[in-house]
T-cell receptor, first 113, second 113 residues
Framework: DTAVSQTPKYLVTQMGNDKSIKCEQN?????MYWYKQDSKKFLKIMFS???????INETVPNRFSPKSPDKAHLNLHINSLELGDSAVYFC????????????FGPGTRLTVT | SQQGEEDPQALSIQEGENATMNCSYK?????LQWYRQNSGRGLVHLIL?????REKHSGRLRVTLDTSKKSSSLLITASRAADTASYFC?????????????FGKGTKLTVNP
């Protein structure tokens, strides 16, 4: 009974392709996130949704488009992949509120060749 | 912009020793959290300390917070090989108005058996 799951775990693709990463949480949380972790382990938030509504949209290229069909799912679609998109992408979720911890998925390692 | 900065970047100790990691941040916060990341895995929440708290314990973990110095420390006592991981501090600021954690670059801890 995985709390936050992501698919796929590994994604290898060529420049210019379009790909999607899926995330699901079974914790009943209202808020979900996408983070990008670069090769130096720096973790930066990309997007956040609360009850299917976009609430955080950091400075991310328009090629990245999140979609939340319901509050348990948050998918990330990336168009026209570039070499610099290679990273580990983490999905996370949390209950609403400031004094809450976040629960992370296992990550998707994206390699663009 | 990056909020937390962990120090040291890397730490190598022997099993049984204590490990201390520090985190400094720039703006006022309403809470600070510590996370652990094992190699190839997602982040796991360890402990949350509120801005009006000075110290918190959880098992072998002890976290302190000094808001006047904008710094926090994580102490792991009687370390074990299984504690080998990267440790991140993350801050939540009241100015954000949204559910956003800002992570530091992490401290890579190696506990040698």
């Amino acid at each position: 009974d995985t709390a936050v799951s992501q698919t796929p775990k590994y994604l290898v693709t060529q420049m210019g392709n379009d790909k999607s990463i899926k995330c699901e949480q079974n914790l009943g949380h209202d808020t979900m996130y996408w983070y990008k972790q670069d090769s130096k382990k720096f973790l930066k938030i990309m997007f956040s949704y609360n009850n299917k509504e976009l609430i955080i949209n950091e400075t991310v290229p328009n090629r990245f488009s999140p979609k939340s069909p319901d509050k348990a799912h948050l998918n990330l679609h990336i168009n026209s992949l570039e070499l610099g998109d290679s990273a580990v992408y983490f999905c996370a979720s949390s209950p609403t509120g400031q004094l809450t911890e976040q629960y992370f998925g296992p990550g998707t390692r994206l390699t663009v060749t | 912009s990056q909020q937390g900065e962990e120090d040291p970047q890397a730490l190598s100790i022997q099993e049984g020793e204590n490990a201390t990691m520090n985190c400094s941040y720039k703006t006022s916060i309403n809470n600070l959290q510590w996370y652990r990341q094992n190699s190839g895995r997602g982040l796991v929440h360890l402990i949350l300390i509120r801005s009006n708290e000075r110290e918190k314990h959880s098992g072998r973990l002890r976290v302190t917070l000094d808001t006047s110095k904008k710094s926090s420390s994580l102490l792991i006592t009687a370390s074990r090989a299984a504690d080998t991981a990267s440790y991140f501090c993350a801050t939540r600021s009241p100015q954000g108005g949204s559910e956003k954690l800002v992570f530091g670059k992490g401290t890579k801890l190696t506990v040698n058996p």
